[in-house]
């Protein structure tokens, strides 16, 4: 039976990743556009922090612009109705 080791640290793999520190092993041999696509579904995937923080602040920005479009009907509303 053969082991195999990582090649940073030779710490015995535990499946694909180093068991020292977690890397992920055998990502040398991809193709660039594979690298591209995988850190952005990375990013991109729905449990992602960034996704998550981003749809935080669409929400609060969508609030923000939604009362301040409020206001602006209700001054005007009161300017016409003020003549
Ligand atoms: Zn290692």
């Known amino acids: 039976m053969t082991s195999e080791t990582c090649p ?10 180093c068991s020292n520190y977690g890397q992920r092993q055998g990502r040398y041999d991809q193709v ?14 729905p449990d992602a922090r960034v996704t998550k ?3 935080k602040y669409v929400i609060l920005a969508t609030v923000y612009f939604s009362l301040c479009l409020m ?10 109705t003020a003549l």
């Open 8 to 17: 940073n640290c030779d710490t015995p793999l535990n499946g694909q990743y």
């Open 32 to 45: 660039f556009t594979q690298l591209i696509g995988e850190a952005l579904g990375d990013l991109f995937r």
């Open 53 to 55: 923080t981003l749809f």
């Open 71 to 80: 206001a602006l009907l209700a001054n005007f509303i009161w300017q016409v």
